[in-house]
Antibody, heavy 123, light 107 residues
Framework: EVRLLESGGGLEQPGKPLKLSCLASGFMFRSYAMSWVRQTPGKGLEWVAGIVGGGGSAYYADSVRGRFIISRDNSENTLYLTILNLRAEDSALYYC????????????????WGQGTLLTVSS | DIQMTQSPSTLSASVGDTITISCRASQTVNTWLAWYQQKPGRAPKLLVHSASTLEGGVPSRFSGVGSGTDFTLTITSLQPDDFATYYCQHYSGYSRTFGQGTRVEMK
């Protein structure tokens, strides 16, 4: 059974860095592209970043490029999202989502999701 | 960025009804289009990918059609378990964008 377990959210202050984690199990992690998708009541679902199976290429939404870094450790079956400088608008439920293939182009649906980690950015 | 627009935002229906949800892309996405179902407090669940391919385990009452910029998700004989919010999502090129969602509520 595919399982994705996010962690690292909480109440954080604006301007600080933060690293979210997603521990994967039940599938060959290195063989699949992975993404982070966030959700807020006001903006719905927003894909923020994705990374191919080997970790060599990463992709970002325009709204977060330059401030978010997606990475993965295939030896630890773990996906990461580093936010360099938290803003109030980063407050959201952050989901880790699995792609259906190693690659990125043409394989962009998300066939498994974690339960999310809630991030609140406030002073 | 490609924008995805769903209609309606809310749909009231009864068990047994057939409903249709529309999704329009701001530019062509070919058939790089997925549909998800989300229930309160739960993560989204993939229903359809490649515009019309049903994900494994999804009931056959769900169906997706479309290509280019216009897509629809149809649920025939609506079941109590189908009351939820539905999202479309494109995956054309390197970005991904979701529609704003369609909430299917009980009439």
């Amino acid at each position: 059974e595919v399982r994705l377990l996010e962690s690292g959210g909480g109440l954080e202050q604006p301007g600080k860095p933060l690293k979210l984690s997603c521990l994967a199990s039940g599938f060959m992690f290195r063989s699949y592209a992975m993404s982070w998708v966030r959700q807020t009541p006001g903006k719905g679902l927003e894909w923020v970043a994705g990374i191919v199976g080997g970790g060599g290429s990463a992709y970002y939404a325009d709204s977060v490029r330059g401030r978010f870094i997606i990475s993965r450790d295939n030896s630890e079956n773990t996906l990461y999202l580093t936010i360099l400088n938290l803003r109030a608008e980063d407050s959201a439920l952050y989901y880790c989502a699995k792609g259906p293939n190693f690659d990125w182009l043409y394989y962009g649906s998300f066939d498994a999701w974690g339960q999310g980690t809630l991030l609140t950015v406030s002073s | 960025d490609i924008q995805m627009t769903q209609s309606p935002s809310t749909l009231s229906a009864s068990v047994g009804d057939t409903i249709t949800i529309s999704c329009r892309a701001s530019q062509t996405v070919n058939t790089w289009l997925a549909w998800y179902q989300q229930k309160p407090g739960r993560a989204p669940k993939l229903l359809v990918h490649s515009a019309s391919t049903l994900e494994g385990g999804v009931p056959s009452r769900f169906s997706g059609v479309g290509s280019g910029t216009d897509f629809t998700l149809t649920i025939t004989s609506l079941q109590p378990d189908d009351f939820a919010t539905y999202y479309c999502q494109h995956y054309s090129g390197y970005s991904r964008t979701f529609g704003q969602g369609t909430r299917v509520e009980m009439k």
